[in-house]
């Protein structure tokens, strides 16, 4: 579910995941997303432009790519370094 402070790139990821195995259909990713219809155009515009998502013809879904597959393990990487942060010492920026 992508909430009121989600970021671009949030969304943009939690497409992809959504998308990840089997795929998903647009409708099944609005109601994960909680988009509207003209705001999913606009996030699959962007995935599709940079070959992240494709569309299987044979089953009408959207499936992540390999190329998002890597994107997505990159930004989970990126936000265990910003959660692993959190709990860091900072008593040394005194």
Do not use: P
């Not at 089997?22 to 996030?43: A, C, F, P, Q, W």
Request: include cysteine; hydrophobic fraction near 35%.
């Amino acid at each position: 579910m992508v909430h009121n402070n989600a970021t671009v790139t949030d969304t943009l990821a939690i497409i992809l995941a959504s998308a990840t195995g089997k795929g998903v259909s647009d409708k099944e990713i609005m109601s994960r997303t909680h988009l509207s219809y003209n705001y999913l155009l606009r996030y699959l515009t962007v995935l599709f432009q940079n070959v992240l998502i494709e569309y299987d013809e044979s089953t009408n879904l959207l499936k992540t790519s390999e190329k998002g597959k890597r994107l997505l393990v990159t930004c989970k990487e990126i936000q265990k370094l910003y959660t692993n942060s959190q709990a860091a010492d900072y008593s040394w920026a005194r």
